[in-house]
């Protein structure tokens, strides 16, 4: 339907309709039935920092959007945090949130008619799921991403919530005082706003500029911020103008549009999630993309910031170096963006480019020309094998040498791994297998940031590595490897690793390989046996139906 005719079908109907006296309840006046109607789907939560600061931009969008002539109605959406959860049964609801998110916004946009939506977004799925209730309700829509958390600071370093994470293993190593470890504990989220360097949220969030979904230079603005507030006002204003326009998330959103967001993931050191994401997004948009088009961009894509978890910098050094804009400007003319794709504000991104610097500032050094690149291919490899016959995703940057060959230790759950790790058990040149933590087995495939960033603070991310059908943290780096399918609980190779097996992991090769002989496989698999599910009841229960491999992005639907 084409401009207000969506809300005015509710809201007037074929003759008069008794549906306007709840509207009159609401406020609305009768000049009101001619305004769109704009959801803005908040998720405003005070169980996170992420999401805690989130009021006072849906207020700002509020405002924007009865200025500009439209009616703006607010609806909830829940949030689970990646941090809080993290290396506990919560955090097998974290991927599920996805789905529950993209629900809400699906099931409030279309049961009440709205015809336009505005999601704004804090912890890590807030962004996936946001987007892909967008692309299914394809009503004229703009992400607005709450904004990163400022750095935190402890004897002249900079910290994340990683920071936290990796001390633990660091001080159960009798590696760091307990001064410096409360002091990092105390330290390391000193403000609202989602964490702090290229992890999951901010992968996401930057990715969606690129995407064309959101505002340029809006996804690595400090939460607590003037300008946050005034880029969701920004937001709403540019949505009811696309509105009136009737551009559509699907108008958008398309395969060369996700190679754009992709380049940027690459070009940035972003996060082994968003490749978990945008296989979700090309599939509720239905856009063909399968994980070999992510080795595709790897190759093409070089890695020309210098962010955390593997580098220096923090979110906010991006956005004060010139942010997403800056990158994308560089990715375009050196061929390697479409500028041609439409974006919310109803330009080109050539278009929207076109006042963005040639050339990073020679000031700063977050940001590198391409020439300079600090990588010459991207960080997110997609590994093939017999260990991972449907593929694997591995970060190999940061790493002296991505290949390592070693002796499996096998473990069926997170805490068992970190026993081992905590008490010594874990020795160079060992390879964990962690499994029956894929999207059924899980269920919810749980990330896996204790067990690595304690390895990463005893000291062993460069000789360890570790094997999981889970996921990883944003915050994560070392030689892992995740996303394993077929998934232990669905009888893959992994399910049939065994203690001392030999295992290698080359991300030059893109192989990762069970050195066990096809007969040997055989027998133990002829053996093996599906474990009961975790759960038959509940979100868990109902997820480990549906989902589907971790290489189809997990989704239910």
Not at 165 to 170: L, Q, R
Not at 253 to 267: D, G, K, P, Q, Y
Not at 455 to 470: C, P
Request: net charge negative.
């Amino acid at each position: 339907m084409p401009f207000n005719e969506r809300s005015k079908h509710i809201t007037q109907g074929v003759a008069r309709s008794p549906n306007r006296a709840m509207y009159y309840a609401l406020g609305y006046e009768k000049a009101d039935f001619d305004k769109p109607m704009i959801g803005i789907a908040n998720g405003h939560s005070t169980i996170t920092p992420c999401n805690a600061g989130l009021q006072p931009l849906a207020d700002a969008a509020v405002a924007a959007i009865r200025e500009a002539g439209a009616n703006p109605q607010i609806f909830g959406t829940p949030t689970i945090s990646d941090g809080m959860s993290m290396g506990t049964e919560g955090m097998k609801y974290s991927l599920i949130s996805r789905e529950v998110i993209a629900d809400c916004v699906e099931t409030c946009v279309q049961g009440q008619w709205m015809d336009g939506v505005l999601v704004i977004g804090g912890c890590d799925k807030n962004m996936p799921g946001g987007m892909i209730g967008i692309i299914r309700a394809d009503v004229p829509a703009i992400y607005v991403y709450g904004g990163t958390i400022k750095p935190g600071h402890w004897k002249g370093q900079d910290l994340s919530i990683v920071s936290a994470f990796e001390a633990v293993g660091a001080f159960m190593a009798g590696q760091m005082s307990e001064e410096d470890f409360d002091g990092i504990e105390r330290h390391a989220c000193p403000t609202t706003g989602s964490c702090g360097g290229m992890y999951t949220a901010n992968t996401m969030s930057s990715s969606f500029e690129a995407l064309g979904m959101s505002l340029l230079y809006s996804s690595n603005m400090a939460n607590p911020d003037q300008e946050k507030i005034d880029s969701a006002a920004q937001s709403a204003r540019v949505l009811v103008e696309a509105v009136k326009k009737n551009i559509k998330p699907r108008d958008i959103i398309t395969r060369r549009s996700i190679e754009n967001a992709v380049a940027l993931i690459m070009a940035t050191g972003g996060s082994t999630n968003a490749v978990l994401h945008y296989l979700a997004i090309a599939h509720a948009a239905e856009v063909e993309w399968t994980l070999d088009d992510f080795e595709r961009m790897r190759r093409k894509v070089p890695v020309i910031c210098d962010l955390k978890p593997s580098g220096k910098y923090m979110a906010v050094d991006l956005h004060q170096a010139g942010g997403v804009p800056q990158v994308l400007k560089i990715l375009l003319n050196a061929g390697l963006l479409h500028g041609n794709c439409l974006t919310i504000t109803g330009q080109t991104m050539a278009e929207e480019l076109a006042g963005v610097p040639d050339a990073p500032r020679a000031d700063q050094d977050v940001i590198c020309p391409i020439e300079k690149a600090l990588y010459a291919e991207g960080h997110l490899a997609i590994l093939k094998g017999n260990l991972a016959e449907a593929g694997a995703v591995a970060k190999i940057t940061g790493l002296k040498s991505p290949v390592i060959t070693g002796p499996a230790r096998v473990f069926d759950d997170e805490q068992s791994a970190m026993d081992a790790i905590l008490s010594d058990r874990i020795k160079p040149g060992d390879i964990l297998v962690l499994r029956y933590l894929g999207p059924k087995g899980g269920p919810g495939m749980p990330e896996m940031l204790s067990p690595t960033s304690a390895i990463i603070g005893r000291g062993l991310g460069e000789s360890v590595g570790l094997i999981t059908d889970g996921r990883f943290s944003g915050g994560t780096w070392g030689m892992v490897v995740g996303h394993v399918a077929p998934e232990a609980y669905e009888g893959g190779t992994i399910a049939l690793v065994q203690e001392g097996d030999i295992i290698t992991i080359d991300a030059h090769k893109l192989s990762l390989q069970l050195e066990v002989d096809d007969e040997e496989l055989a027998r133990r698999r002829a053996t093996w046996r599906q474990p009961a599910p975790r759960y038959t009841r509940g979100v868990l229960a109902k997820f480990a139906q549906l989902a589907k491999p971790a290489n189809e992005g997990a989704v239910t639907g």
